[in-house]
């Protein structure tokens, strides 16, 4: 099952004679005393059923427990990194050092199919799975599986939480059309099973997504001939579009055992009552010279969307949701709901402080706990979800949000209203740590230009410590501009994000490192046909690297290469 990575602790005594009165023996076993009470497992019992992870925070708490008896300086910073390091890998878009310049440690093509315990990145290569380690790629499995392969549950570049849920399973489908096969295969590469999917049952007008924990997303509708296809006019699209003109878009999704095929839950879909036509349009492509090229494009997706956190459902007005769970998701106007790769305000997504952020259209957002009630259910401000969050923040908002009508930011501690700031702009948190939330506020102008700013507000009342001004992109001299930061990352103390900027024909993108204490700044610059985002695994830096183009017909988020970067 995908899982958060926990954070509950299988404690052990240090102190001196520990477990003498359990009845400890040099065997490690029970030693219970004749006519004694039934003991408890011993410590070693304990320390073998520790996970990897739970035994590195073991090691630090008895450390630090030693610390406190000899009083060792050097040994207490030890442990300090080592504890600090340690929430650095557990923390959404967390990295353990961002302190030097970032250069490549490895890298692959493709994006990450899956996550697994211990920084495991799983991806495709040809026909097969390989799973390696994120510290260095060294190649941990990898398995045959046939043509066309895809595996998941994959995490979505939008999503920093969903990049801490690790996978215990990893379903894959591969094969050609007609023809797919499911195949479920545990962490270590070891395959648990495989089933044949019937060509009757999944058709043509069936669309299946590997989901978590050994599951299938299966979504059912009928669709226009022109799904996909390119035309060579616009006329000839038009007159495509207009035979749907009274086809209704209804579809059936569900969520099914990769290898039994039972069903473990059904969408609830939000009926938008919409026609193919009511939420499609042409859209045209061709530079002077070349011929003409037309797609019909529509709103959402085919395909539902299956993450660590979430399966959902959006098309024309219908949509529906579940947690990986099964747990039901009240979406209630599916308008304003997406399940976007990239992240947008109106997306369904984990929280930082768990729970799910589902955005409530003009009543503002909830954020749902995993047995699907509600921790935030009288919030009428849209909930902001951070890129990056280390621990909980001190004074403790309990989120960030948007004010209905115009921008700015509160602090929302469960429902009060802690302060409010207004900003120029639209507005995004990249990182909540140590008291400080870092921002992202651009400011439109009526030609189209974007001019951004990355601002740091103090925790505690919103009072501006900080603030980096992006600055008019080089290029084009008068011609609209954009500035648009898309992710990042922080270690506690400097943040990372990545921005792309474009004037006219010019396009570039870089890396912006900031301390967040004096809002000192330094920029690496990655080039000119690249569209950055930035994620975080076990502590480590993921550079991914998307066509800056993109494809019109499809979701346009292919990511062609994924490096690991790190300090030097």
């Not at 510290?135 to 499995?141: K, N, S, T, V």
């Not at 059309?177 to 395959?191: M, N, S």
């Not at 702009?425 to 974007?450: F, I, P, W």
Request: with cysteine; charged share 25%; aromatic share 4%.
């Amino acid at each position: 099952m995908a899982r958060r990575r926990d954070t509950d602790l299988v404690s052990f005594d240090v102190s001196y004679g520990a477990g003498l009165e359990d009845g400890f023996d040099a065997s490690g076993g029970a030693g219970d005393v004749p006519g004694g009470p039934e003991r408890g497992p011993s410590w070693r019992d304990r320390w073998r059923a520790a996970s990897p992870r739970r035994r590195r925070r073991i090691v630090g708490s008895a450390g630090a427990a030693l610390v406190v008896a000899v009083g060792g300086v050097s040994v207490a910073g030890a442990v300090q990194a080592h504890v600090d390091a340690e929430r650095l890998r557990e923390s959404p878009g967390g990295v353990v050092s961002l302190d030097g310049d970032l250069t490549e440690v490895w890298s692959t093509g493709g994006g990450v199919a899956a996550v697994l315990a211990g920084g495991g990145l799983v991806g495709i290569d040809g026909t097969e799975a390989v799973a390696r380690a994120v510290a260095d790629g060294a190649e941990l499995w990898r398995v045959e599986l046939g043509e066309a392969p895809e595996c998941g549950p994959s995490p979505r570049l939008g999503s920093s939480v969903e990049w801490t849920l690790t996978a215990d399973v990893v379903t894959c489908l591969h094969g050609p059309d007609g023809e797919r096969t499911a195949t479920v295969l545990h962490a270590d590469g070891a395959v648990v099973g495989q089933r044949d999917l019937d060509p009757e049952r999944y058709g043509a007008d069936v669309e299946v997504v590997p989901a978590a924990d050994g599951a299938l997303a299966v979504a059912a509708l009928e669709t226009p001939a022109w799904v996909g296809r390119e035309f060579d006019s616009q006329q000839a699209a038009d007159e495509a579009l207009a035979r749907s003109r009274d086809s209704m878009v209804e579809a059936a999704v569900h969520v099914e055992d990769a290898l039994t095929g039972d069903v473990r839950s059904e969408l609830d879909l939000d009926d938008g009552g919409l026609t193919w036509s009511d939420c499609a349009g042409v859209a045209m492509s061709g530079e002077p010279g070349e011929p003409e090229r037309a797609w019909i494009l529509f709103d959402g997706s085919t395909r539902p969307t299956a993450t660590p956190a979430v399966v959902g459902y959006r098309l024309c007005g219908t949509a529906g949701a579940v947690t990986a769970a099964g747990t039901a998701l009240d979406l209630k106007d599916a308008i304003y709901v997406g399940f976007d790769s990239l992240g947008t305000g109106g997306d369904v997504s984990p929280f930082p402080g768990g729970g799910i952020v589902v955005p409530r259209g003009g009543a503002g957002s909830a954020v749902v706990a995993e047995d699907g009630s509600e921790r935030l259910a009288d919030l009428t401000r849209r909930v902001l979800v951070p890129s990056a969050q280390v621990g909980d923040p001190e004074p403790e908002p309990e989120a960030l949000a948007v004010p209905d009508g115009r921008y700015g930011l509160v602090g929302v501690d469960g429902i009060e209203v802690r302060w409010e700031r207004e900003l120029p702009g639209d507005v995004q948190v990249l990182a909540r740590t140590d008291g400080t939330s870092v921002l992202s506020v651009t400011d439109y102008g009526n030609d189209g230009s974007g001019l951004g700013a990355l601002v740091g507000l103090d925790d505690a009342d919103g009072t501006e410590r900080w603030r980096v001004e992006l600055g008019e992109p080089d290029g084009d001299d008068g011609a609209p501009y954009w500035v648009q930061v898309t992710s990042a990352v922080t270690d506690g103390g400097r943040i990372t994000a990545a921005v792309t900027a474009a004037t006219g024909t010019t396009w570039e993108a870089y890396l912006l490192t900031v301390d967040l204490a004096t809002g000192d700044e330094r920029r690496q610059d990655l080039g000119t046909e690249v569209f950055p985002l930035l994620s975080a695994v076990d502590g480590h830096l993921l550079l991914h690297e998307l066509d800056p183009y993109g494809d019109p017909v499809g979701d346009g988020i292919a990511v062609e290469t994924v490096r690991v970067l790190e300090p030097r």
